[in-house]
Nanobody, 126 residues
Framework: QLVESGGGLVQAGGSLRLSCAASGFTFDDYAIGWFRQAPGKEREGFSCISTSDGKIYYTESVKGRFTISRGNAKNTIYLQMNSLNPEDAAVYYC?????????????????????WGQGTQVTVSS
């Protein structure tokens, strides 16, 4: 089970840190992805981390503003989001898959990940 937290309301230009916690297992040798879905839009994958080799990937839409990292407890993945703008408003989901190599531009479809959290809402006011 995955549980996201940390969402909320923030002003444009502000920051939030999302957490994705695994329950019942650790993130050893997993690919962890972050996705988001805005109203009326498809779910979009934008970042991932491989806990096996540390590979990290960002799409251009978030590169330089968002940072994905793994917590010391090894069952938590963080997403630090800076310089938020109204276009970043969405429900944010983390997802995990034991195919740890699935981190990169070709593995950002929802179908690439087996385990999903319930999502956390991020609202950005202008």
């Amino acid at each position: 089970q995955l549980v996201e937290s940390g969402g909320g309301l923030v002003q444009a230009g502000g920051s939030l840190r999302l957490s994705c916690a695994a329950s019942g297992f650790t993130f050893d040798d997993y690919a962890i992805g972050w996705f988001r879905q805005a109203p009326g839009k498809e779910r979009e994958g934008f970042s991932c981390i491989s806990t096996s080799d540390g590979k990290i990937y960002y799409t251009e839409s978030v590169k330089g503003r968002f940072t994905i990292s793994r917590g010391n407890a090894k069952n938590t993945i963080y997403l630090q989001m800076n310089s938020l703008n109204p276009e970043d408003a969405a429900v944010y989901y983390c997802a995990a898959d034991p195919a740890y190599w699935k981190c990169g531009p070709y593995y950002l479809e929802s179908s690439d990940y087996d385990y999903w959290g319930q999502g956390t809402q991020v609202t950005v006011s202008s």
